[in-house]
């Protein structure tokens, strides 16, 4: 559908490039106070040449600083970093968060078909630990091998209908299994889309994997609600939200719309009418939000 080829082809999705008044415009429209930018998928991820790759995400995160210095009050932003240079990603990280205030990190899942878990991976970890940030892993397209065995007879479901959370929460679970979070215990993560269906299957995950992974300090259940939060991103659906809530706590869910894949009006439209306790709503809303990210602290009326 129309969303799934703007996904795979960001530059034709209006106002992605947009990063001044009519963003601005759009929030105050439907009463958000502050944005966290960043550089959607692919990123980075999909430049072979470490270097060239390196030198394009200084340059991004250097646009997007100027445009969060532009609106200090309403717009954050999350570094662009080159996962195929992790040396370099990990000083990029320390560069942004020290000098620009960048909020943490986003990372486009797989880079060129090796994911994070690969140990050559953890000094960008071990930055972001130090650093005290989070690590948003956004999906990727699915690996060319997977997208071939599963989707080439419809390549509709390998996108964000399906594709894209099925490749994330393997990611995530690749993460776990690999023992990134006890070399790590500091290191915050966030994924987006209500968890990539990880609160629906962690009880059965958790049930196979934790037996067969005695080198694990916790449980693959206690890993994942210890170390990741969940935005509401591209999902406005309060059954979703409830198992979401029900699994991981309040504690770890974030108001996010997923701007301008989807709509920030009917993102607060949906939320504002939740019929959730208002401690609840607030921590959602902004306190989650300030707490993770260190964002100033928000009016009670606002969403991040």
């Known amino acids: ?74 717009l954050a932003a999350f570094a662009t970093l080159a996962t195929g240079a992790p040396q370099a990603a990990a000083a990029e990280l320390e560069r942004t968060v020290q000098r620009m205030q960048f909020k943490g990190a986003m990372i ?7 994911y994070l878990d690969e140990q050559r991976f953890w000094p960008i970890f071990e930055a972001a630990e130090a650093l005290d940030v989070p690590i948003y892993l956004h999906p990727s397209n699915p690996h060319p091998q997977v997208f071939d065995a599963y989707y080439k007879d419809y390549p509709q479901l390998g996108f964000a209908s399906w594709g894209y959370a099925v490749e994330t929460a393997t990611h995530v679970l690749r993460l776990i299994l690999s023992g990134v979070f006890d070399r790590f215990p500091g290191l915050r993560m966030i994924i987006g889309h209500m ?46 939200l409830m198992c979401t809530a029900s699994v991981m706590g309040w504690d770890n869910i974030l108001f ?34 300030e707490r993770l990210l260190k964002l100033p602290p928000a009016t009670p009326k606002g969403a991040v």
Do not use: C
Not at 26 to 31: L, P
Not at 50 to 69: F, I, K, M, P, R
């Open 256 to 289: 996010s719309v997923d701007y301008p894949f989807e709509s920030n009006m009917e993102a607060v439209r949906w939320f504002s009418h939740l019929q959730i306790a208002e401690s609840d709503r607030e921590k959602v809303a902004y306190r989650n939000a």
């Open 108 to 114: 486009n899942g797989h880079a060129r078909g090796a």
């Open 1 to 74: 559908d129309d969303t799934d080829r703007a996904l795979q082809s960001p530059s034709r999705v209006p106002g992605l490039h947009d990063l001044g008044d009519m963003r601005i415009a759009e929030m105050d429209r439907a009463g958000i106070d502050v944005q966290v930018l960043s550089h959607t998928k692919p990123g980075a991820q999909e430049i072979e040449n470490g270097a060239q790759a390196a030198s394009l995400a200084q340059a991004a995160n250097d646009h997007l600083a100027e445009a969060v210095a532009r609106h200090p009050t309403r």
């Open 195 to 240: 968890g990539e269906l990880l609160p629906f299957a962690l009880w059965r995950a958790d049930g196979r994997l934790t037996p067969k992974s005695p080198h694990l300090k916790k449980s693959v259940r206690a890993t994942f609600i210890d170390h990741f939060s969940v935005t509401t991103s591209g999902v406005f659906s309060t059954p979703e």
